[in-house]
């Protein structure tokens, strides 16, 4: 009896799943434990194993589509099954139904390609002469198509479509014919409507030879739509408010690079996030309310403090690769030392990179610290993830100048910025708890012990 495959839920808010690629093809046989696709989840890209035996008769979603959880997306054939006739009895090759996303679907605006979902419709008149342009017709008026960027840049430049010829398909404008129009000094008279006879805006001056940049839509992935939602969510239900500490770190660099050339036979490096992550995880034993969370159930309301210190550390994806931001977890931060931190923090970020996270690897962060010092970035705001009440933004360090004992001095300075939930963590507590780890950094042996 064939097998049908459906899409997995792979996390608790999971709904609908994106067949990143197939690892195999019709009529291929493959065993228990093979992984068959990777799938991108609303959190991460990750590996879909069949658990049975047999062969592929077929595969209903192609790669790139979404479908809901639960959808069929392939077909397996069981040892002594005719595979060709269990796809022609499943439907053949018919396709699985695609998750209506906002923002599907990918045009080049630049190019003479494009649906007629991305194209703009204007009237053009015709001098009283009725006339039917693509099947549509509307009275005197012939129907001008036009993709939204080539209107949008017609608009900006004062230039009407409606005295442009199209060279895209069935006559429809594009970016190019409006750019050729501006060059040429065409067409250069205000659209009905705009400017009220005034005169009209100047043409942008193209060079010649000059890149053009190319205007795209992207459709959004499912990691994309959730970041999104989650922390338009967080900022509308979180108030939230920032603290700004600046830290001197030479004393860590210092004792960083000491321990990096003792350690460099163990192939351990140590890198100032992990410090970072030590430092934060112990600053909770003195204030606990930085390790908790807002809880709402049925109208009552409370504050939970947490028994478990778990640091969350924001990882960015490669563009490449789709992009995006992952939070991977270091479980009880408090109790490991910094080099099980840094094992562990590479560990994560080389599998978030490689092929994703699981759930479990992603869930239960108590504290979340965003580092882009790596990028030069000398100070910012993040925005918290829920449930956690606090996240922490760290800059690079820097050369500036401070005074010590009446003199200036050169000294490398960290700035550390802390959003937290004003519910739970007032100005003073943040304030106290930065102190706390601000001491730690600058007198970096008590992260030793």
């Not at 999971?14 to 690629?21: C, F, I």
């Not at 882009?372 to 760290?394: E, Q, R, S, W």
Request: glycine letters at 10%; hydrophobic letters at 40%; one cysteine or more.
């Amino acid at each position: 009896m064939s097998i049908s495959i459906t899409m997995p839920r792979l996390s608790d808010t999971m709904q609908q799943g994106t067949v990143v690629k197939w690892n195999v093809k019709e009529g291929q046989q493959v065993k228990s434990g093979d992984v068959i696709a990777d799938i991108e989840t609303d959190k991460a890209t990750m590996e879909l194993q069949t658990f049975d035996d047999g062969t592929i008769a077929s595969l209903g979603v192609s790669e790139g589509q979404t479908v809901a959880v639960g959808t069929v997306i392939a077909v397996l054939a069981e040892a002594g099954e005719d595979a060709s006739k269990i796809k022609a009895s499943a439907g053949g090759a018919a396709p699985a139904k695609s998750v209506k996303a906002e923002g599907a679907g990918s045009s080049n605006a630049g190019g003479s390609s494009g649906g007629a979902g991305s194209t703009a419709v204007i009237d053009r008149p015709t001098g009283g002469t009725s006339h039917t342009s693509n099947g549509v017709g509307h009275g005197t008026h012939d129907r001008v198509f036009a993709s939204p960027l080539a209107k949008k840049i017609a608009e900006e430049s004062g230039i009407d479509l409606a005295s442009l010829e199209g060279s895209g398909p069935g006559g429809r404008i594009v970016r190019k014919d409006v750019e050729e129009a501006i060059r040429g000094g065409v067409g250069a008279k205000v659209a009905p409507g705009r400017g009220g006879g005034a005169a009209p805006a100047p043409s942008p001056a193209f060079a010649p030879g000059a890149p053009v940049l190319a205007a795209r839509t992207v459709t959004l992935s499912n990691m994309r739509r959730v970041i999104a939602t989650r922390l338009v969510e967080s900022k509308q239900t979180i108030p939230h408010y920032q603290v700004t500490v600046e830290v001197e770190m030479d004393a860590l660099l210092a004792l960083r690079q000491q321990l990096n050339e003792q350690l460099a036979t163990q192939n351990v490096k140590l890198s100032v996030n992990d410090f970072l992550v030590r430092a934060c995880a112990l600053a909770m034993h003195e204030h606990p309310f930085v390790n908790s969370r807002w809880v709402a159930t049925k109208g009552q309301e409370s504050i939970e403090i947490l028994g478990e210190v778990n640091v969350g550390v924001a990882i960015a994806l490669d563009e490449a690769k789709g992009g995006g931001l992952v939070v991977a977890t270091i479980r009880n931060a408090d109790a490991i030392g910094l080099r099980q931190i840094s094992s562990q923090t590479k560990q994560l970020a080389d599998k978030a990179r490689a092929k994703g996270l699981s759930p479990q690897e992603m869930e239960g962060a108590t504290f979340t610290i965003s580092n882009l010092g790596m990028f030069g970035v000398d100070h910012f705001t993040a925005i918290i993830n829920p449930p956690n009440v606090a996240i922490l933004a760290v800059g690079a360090a820097l050369d500036k100048p401070i005074v010590k004992n009446g003199t200036v001095v050169p000294a490398k300075v960290m700035s550390m910025t802390m959003s937290s939930d004003h519910r739970v963590v007032d100005g003073a507590m943040a304030a106290k708890y930065l102190a706390t780890v601000k001491s730690m950094l600058e007198k970096p042996a008590s992260l030793l012990v």
